[in-house]
């Protein structure tokens, strides 16, 4: 696999008869099929999964599909010409009908099952069959694995239909909650945080559900009511959607012997893993002991990464059990996301999360699922002594390796080379105390202002009624320009062997334009959402695509008239409003 990657040539992709050149599914190709499967992927109802790392379904197509969105930036990635989007052969396979795509594309998708664990807690009762076999892609179909421009990509629709693990729902997605995902991705994308990617949004003109959701101006926590909303699908992509909750799934089988072939199944999985995700830096002739070590080390690496790019962004995951971590390390599953307004460490989007998922408690649940990734991958050691030994000291340093990156991305948010702990804690009290905006403040601190005028733009109360508050402002801008003034004139370039190190001072414009690139401009707040969608469920779709294109650019200093509606603070008429200040886990 790997060296088809590196030989391959750029595409240039028009039609889907050309898409079908680059395919290649490696996982229907390597991985084992539910024994229990049928062959043509007529498989819709919820039924326990025993075996297999996937199961063949067709996805269940939408009536009427009318083009809604294309992610612009991702079609030239992948050399995509963009009128695709609203050609009749790609709306129909990416609207869930695979019936005449051409060959060597494969008339059957596929779908994957795996386990729930919540803060690091094994969970099987909330399984339908309260057996643990009955979790996996209720509503989420692969129809696509190809190999473009040397990189790997796996297509899958959201909001396909019926699969063995839709648990009796629908399987269908809403376009409120497809426009939310859609946007989102591509936004994290630009804000260089590893995410799967946003491909294509179709709405059906003609078919539709029913959803709990929020009456105009509620405040109720839960929806209060039924309405009937357009369906949807969107199209995901991602190098693999391979979970942690995927892995545990059968790690757990393996641990408890389940089967004969538990074992197996798990080595087959993580070795997939590895040449999926993570090639480039695991040498395939290592044995399976290092490999698994490995494995563990680098997704640790790029989890604690993640998190720290979460918070630098102000983005809250919201639901961030095991089964919505992907095992490659990027930011998966957009349901009850969201960007913080007002800073609050306990911020949480998802009325059914708990706190233990809130804003700044992310780096504590990434290392309950990274130890649960671990515990999946133990049973491969086969009790090895030195092995389990550095599994387990890899969970220990985890916190350690957490706080650094957090502690590097909190002074590069404040223009920093080095973490100072006394300059922080005063400026998070500040920021709860005032309280800010976070997005405008760390962007209004990012012009170096020399006192806090600029800075109440951010502010969501009067400054001057806050009980010394002004003061301490004063004082702690003070002591930060020391900081910055200490630091710009003692940088350190480390040069080569043998030559002496060099210092290169920084000046204000330079720390500026750093600050710039690390604290962005716009963020996709919910309010700001909420009228995109609104206006899509009515067949407009101008809001959407200018969200679209001003979030796609998110440290651009772009036009007055968009600063004017964009860079704001949120109106106090949405704070507590359902569905705009918090959301339940909706489709």
């Known amino acids: 696999m790997t060296n088809q990657l590196s030989q391959q040539t750029s595409a240039t992709v028009d039609t889907v008869d050309d898409l079908a050149k680059w395919v290649n599914y490696s996982l229907m190709n390597t991985l084992k099929r539910d024994p229990d499967a049928t062959s043509d992927g007529a498989d819709h109802r919820p039924r326990q999964v025993f075996s297999g790392h996937y199961v063949p379904v067709n ?158 101006g509620s405040r109720e926590q839960d929806p209060d009511r039924m309405i009937t909303v357009a369906v949807a699908i969107s199209t995901r992509v991602a190098p693999s959607f391979i979970r942690v909750g995927q892995l545990e799934l059968f790690g757990r089988r393996a641990r408890k012997h389940e089967h004969p072939q538990a074992m197996a199944e798990l080595e087959q999985l993580v070795l997939h893993l590895i040449d999926r995700e993570y090639a480039d830096v695991i040498d395939p002739q290592l044995s399976l002991n290092d490999k698994v070590l490995k494995l563990a080390y680098e997704f640790r690496h790029r989890l604690t990464s993640l998190v720290a790019n979460w918070i630098r962004v102000g983005y809250c995951q919201g639901n961030f059990n095991s089964d919505n971590c992907a095992a490659g390390g990027f930011t998966l599953d957009y349901g009850p996301f969201g960007f913080c307004d007002v800073f609050n460490p306990q911020y949480q989007p998802w009325t059914g999360g708990g706190q233990h998922f809130a804003f700044l408690n992310q780096d504590a649940a990434a290392e309950r699922n990274f130890l649960m990734f671990c515990t999946a991958l133990s049973p491969l050691l086969a009790n090895e002594a030195d092995a389990i030994d550095g599994l387990q000291q890899l969970v220990n340093d ?139 469920s009515q067949g407009d779709y101008t809001l959407l695509r200018e969200l679209q294109a001003v979030m796609t650019n998110p440290y651009a200093e772009q036009s007055q008239e968009v600063e004017d509606k964009y860079y704001r603070l949120k109106a106090s008429e949405y704070f507590g409003v359902g569905g705009c200040s918090h959301l339940s886990c909706s489709s």
């Not at 269940?60 to 599909?65: A, D, G, S, V």
């Not at 009749?88 to 019936?99: A, H």
């Not at 995902?181 to 949004?201: D, K, Y």
Request: with cysteine; proline share 6%.
């Open 398 to 536: 985890f916190a350690t390796d957490m706080q650094t990156k957090m502690e590097q991305m909190w002074a590069a948010k404040l223009g920093l080379s080095t973490f100072n702990a006394p300059l922080w804690a005063e400026l998070i009290s500040l920021m709860q105390q005032t309280p800010v905006d976070y997005t405008l403040f760390f962007r209004e601190l990012s012009s170096l202002p020399d006192d806090i005028e600029p800075l109440t733009k951010s502010f969501y109360r009067d400054l001057w009624q806050g009980q010394g508050l002004a003061q301490r402002w004063s004082a702690w801008l003070a002591q930060w320009h020391s900081l910055l003034s200490s630091e710009a004139n003692s940088t350190v370039i480390n040069s080569p062997a043998g030559m002496t190190d060099t210092t290169i001072p920084r000046s204000r414009d330079d720390i500026a334009k750093q600050m710039k690139q690390v604290n962005p401009k716009y963020s996709l707040r919910e309010w700001l959402l909420v009228p995109a969608y609104q206006q899509a």
């Open 59 to 216: 996805p269940t197509p939408i009536e009427n599909p009318e083009y809604v969105a294309h992610s612009h930036t991702f079609f030239k990635e992948l050399g995509f010409a963009d009128s695709m989007a609203q050609s009749s052969d790609f709306m129909r396979l990416f609207s869930g009908d695979l019936t005449h795509v051409p060959e060597p594309m494969s008339k059957v998708g596929w779908a994957c099952g795996y386990a729930l664990s919540i803060y690091g807690t094994e969970y099987i009762q909330q399984c339908p069959f309260r057996t643990g076999n009955g979790y996996g892609d209720g509503r989420a179909v692969s129809v696509v694995e190809a190999v473009i421009n040397g990189k790997r990509w796996e297509m899958q629709l959201k909001g396909g239909g019926r699969t063995p693990y839709c648990r009796g729902a629908d399987g269908r997605a809403v376009l409120r909650s497809s426009v939310r995902e859609f946007l989102a991705q591509e936004h994290m994308h630009a804000l260089g945080v590893p995410t799967s990617r946003s491909l294509s949004l179709y709405v059906s003109k003609t078919d539709t559900v029913q959803r709990p959701w929020y009456s105009e």
